[in-house]
């Protein structure tokens, strides 16, 4: 059995681990990455893309030209030529929050089984899908309505506070902006463990919540960390993709060149793997905070008293233990 000393577990050690994993199962990952990962990232970037393309279309669409003409010989009642962009930005919500959740629960329940060691099968991850999906839907549901809501105070709050105190109306907003992102980053960092329980431990609702804000206790400043390296990093692929994209779509056919085709597909293929190591890194990050708790030596036990064994060529495969120190 494979032993990990980490006296300050780091998130450099998270992700070496989370790829030791990965890279012992490749094959079952890739797959569920093409399952739920790819279609996930591919939408990410190429709904901003498609979204300015609608809004913003090349001058010379038929549409467009159409509109000038309708512009110019006004009728009594003109009908817009585009659709409410309203439908296509629910539909795209819908689909991202479903395969979010497909890829979250497939991808937890494979990692959790590959840091014992334990084979892991497609079908088995596939079907676990199926049996988390709905408690994550519940959880990350309440979640962000916990997190509108904490919006909507400060918002409703602030606004009546600043219509007496106009003259220090500018200091209380960026004053309450400050402390908005503070609250709602605390929460995120003591819920990063949510779903992990979830599919890991079989809880739904605020249960998972609170048992991820115990279990974070003393790691919050790696989860913090996590969150900002995986954050920062979508957020600057897809940024960078969209800005890119605006510009070439300013030409009527730019939209259209190979050169934006492999943006948008190398792109989606780094935020797949952002992905997939995000998921990956929450689930170690799990294990790691079981540990500095003193409840990985019971399952360890437990995995023992199955009689599983290793063969010697699993290399990758074998069960891995961490042991924190905490000084």
């Known amino acids: 059995m494979a032993t990990l000393s980490s006296p300050n577990p780091s998130l450099f050690s998270i992700l070496s681990e989370s790829k030791r994993i990965l890279n012992a199962h490749s094959r079952h990952f890739l797959a569920l990455c093409v399952l739920f990962l790819l279609p996930l990232s591919f939408s990410l970037v190429v709904y901003p893309t498609l979204l300015n393309l609608i809004t913003h279309p090349p001058s010379?669409?038929?549409?467009?030209?159409?509109?000038?003409?309708?512009?110019?010989?006004p009728r009594e009642q003109d009908q817009p030529i585009f659709s409410d962009?309203?439908?296509?930005?629910?539909?795209?919500?819908?689909?991202?929050?479903?395969?979010?959740?497909?890829?979250?629960?497939?991808?937890?329940?494979?990692?959790?089984?590959?840091?014992?060691?334990?084979?892991?099968k497609l079908i088995s991850a596939i079907k676990s899908v199926f049996l988390s999906f709905l408690p994550l839907f519940v959880t990350v549901v309440i979640t962000q309505v916990v997190f509108s809501l904490i919006v909507v105070a400060f918002g409703g709050f602030f606004l009546l506070v600043t219509k007496n105190f106009e003259l220090y109306s500018n200091y209380l907003v960026?004053?309450?902006?400050?402390?908005?992102?503070?609250?709602?980053?605390?929460?995120?960092?003591?819920?990063?463990?949510?779903?992990?329980?979830?599919?890991?431990e079989s809880r739904w609702g605020f249960e998972p919540l609170r048992r991820s804000a115990s279990l974070m206790r003393g790691m919050r400043k790696l989860g913090l960390s996590l969150f900002l390296f995986f954050g920062g990093s979508g957020g600057i692929l897809v940024w960078t993709c969209g800005a890119v994209s605006e510009l070439d779509i300013g030409d009527s056919y730019g939209w259209k060149s190979w050169g934006f085709v492999v943006q948008i597909v190398v792109t989606s293929t780094f935020l797949m793997l952002l992905l997939l190591y995000n998921a990956a890194a929450n689930t170690v990050l799990y294990m790691y905070c079981k540990a500095l708790h003193g409840e990985l030596a019971m399952e360890i036990a437990e995995e023992f008293a199955r009689e599983y064994v290793s063969l010697p060529f699993d290399d990758g495969k074998v069960p891995h233990v961490i042991s924190v120190v905490v000084g």
């Open 174 to 200: 960026i004053f309450g902006g400050v402390l908005l992102v503070l609250v709602l980053g605390y929460l995120q960092v003591n819920w990063t463990l949510a779903c992990v329980v979830v599919v890991v």
């Open 60 to 73: 010379d669409n038929p549409k467009v030209l159409l509109r000038g003409f309708l512009d110019f010989h």
């Open 85 to 120: 962009t309203l439908f296509l930005s629910i539909l795209y919500s819908l689909f991202v929050f479903a395969f979010s959740i497909l890829a979250t629960g497939s991808i937890t329940f494979s990692v959790f089984h590959g840091f014992y060691g334990r084979p892991v």
